[in-house]
């Protein structure tokens, strides 16, 4: 067990729909980070958040968008769905600061578009 | 940006022998590699990690080698086992920014009797 949590686990939207995921992080980590797995792929990132910021983002187009709480927690929204953003939706969470951050996944949130 | 590339994409090995996956990366700033272990339908699980300051990090049956100079870093699993059986997936990133992985595409693992 990680002590990231991810909800929902599995869920299906139409295209063009919006879907919201949620992330709880680790006890005492600040940092959570979101990555898409396609099929067959290695994840992929989508953006940080630190401090309720994003702090860094990956090859993803502005309807991928995401919030970090006070506590830490996250969440992430994409709209306008294509079929393509089927896939499974991974929040990592970590702890910023010197020495370097081992990150630790959450289970994932199976999402497919139809 | 980084980029990541992992050989072999397959890999199949009679239980007992050894495995080696070697992966390199393009940005000489990254300066630590992840090495996770992914198994059907769940998250991808950090099974061992080495930052850029240790040449050799070893755990029981695992370890991982890193050539700075050369930006190749490679996991060996020694005596497998069928429940090594998985995708292993290499990873990069720069330290204060370790949240940023670079994946590399995967190796999947098969451990046969």
């Known amino acids: 067990e990680t002590g990231v949590t991810q909800s929902p686990t599995h869920l299906i939207k139409t295209r063009g729909q919006q879907v919201t995921l949620r992330c709880s992080s680790q006890?005492?980590?600040?940092?959570v980070s979101w990555y898409q797995q396609a099929l067959g792929q290695g994840p992929q990132f989508i953006f940080q958040y630190y401090r309720e910021e994003e702090n860094g983002r990956g090859n993803f187009p502005p309807r991928f968008s995401g919030l970090q709480f006070p506590n830490y927690s996250s969440e992430l929204n994409v709209n306008a769905l294509e079929l393509d953003d089927s896939a499974l939706y991974l929040c990592?969470?970590?702890?910023?600061?010197?020495?370097?951050?081992?990150?630790?996944f959450g289970e994932g949130s199976w999402l497919t578009v139809v | 940006g980084e980029n990541v590339e992992q050989h072999p994409s397959t890999l199949s090995v009679q239980e007992g022998d050894s495995a080696v996956i070697k992966c390199t990366y393009s940005d000489s700033a990254s300066n630590y590699f992840p090495w996770y272990k992914q198994e059907l339908g769940k998250r991808p699980q950090l099974i061992i990690d080495i930052r850029s300051n240790v040449g050799e990090k070893k755990d029981q049956r695992i370890a991982v080698t890193l050539n700075k100079t050369a930006k190749h870093f490679s996991l060996h699993i020694t005596e497998t086992q069928p429940e090594d059986s998985a995708v292993y997936f290499c990873a990069a990133s720069i330290t204060g920014t370790a949240s940023k992985l670079t994946f590399g595409t995967g190796t999947r693992l098969q451990v046969t009797l």
């Open positions: 006890s005492g980590h600040n940092t």
């Open positions: 990592a969470s970590s702890l910023q600061g010197p020495g370097g951050n081992t990150i630790y």
